[in-house]
Nanobody, 129 residues
């Protein structure tokens, strides 16, 4: 089991940057695939980006390619989301998620919210125009 706590959200103007952090408690942090999702009011939860257990591979959604970067520090039990060139449509509650993803891991599993067993409470990101 693992507990996840996000931080770093806030209000930023369009074109600005934010870095979100997700701190995990528990053992075997490096055994988990980690991801960021977001949900805007009235919309479905949307996949943002995932990172492999080792951190060697990342899987960004098309909507954030070139703007958002995920990274992890397994020694600190923390995953980050660096968000650059923010747009008003990025406004949402951002949540981190974790999954052991046992067995064969195909790339199609990473964007699916059903793949993740553990979720943080979320942090609000608001981008003004």
């Amino acid at each position: 089991q693992v507990q996840l706590v996000e931080s770093g959200g806030g209000l930023v103007q369009a074109g600005g940057s934010l870095r979100l952090s997700c701190a995990a408690s528990g053992r075997s942090f490096s055994s988990y695939v980690l991801a960021w999702f977001r949900q805007a009011p009235g919309k479905e939860r949307e996949f943002v980006v995932a990172i492999s257990k080792s951190g060697g591979s990342t899987y960004p959604a098309d909507s954030v390619k070139g703007r958002f970067t995920i990274s992890r520090d397994n020694a600190k039990n923390t995953v980050y989301l660096q968000m650059n060139n923010l747009k008003p449509e990025d406004t949402a509650v951002y949540s981190c998620a974790a999954s052991l993803m046992l067995g064969p891991v195909g790339v199609n599993r990473y964007p699916q919210s059903s793949s993740y067993n553990y979720w943080g409470q979320g942090t609000q990101v608001t981008v003004s125009s």
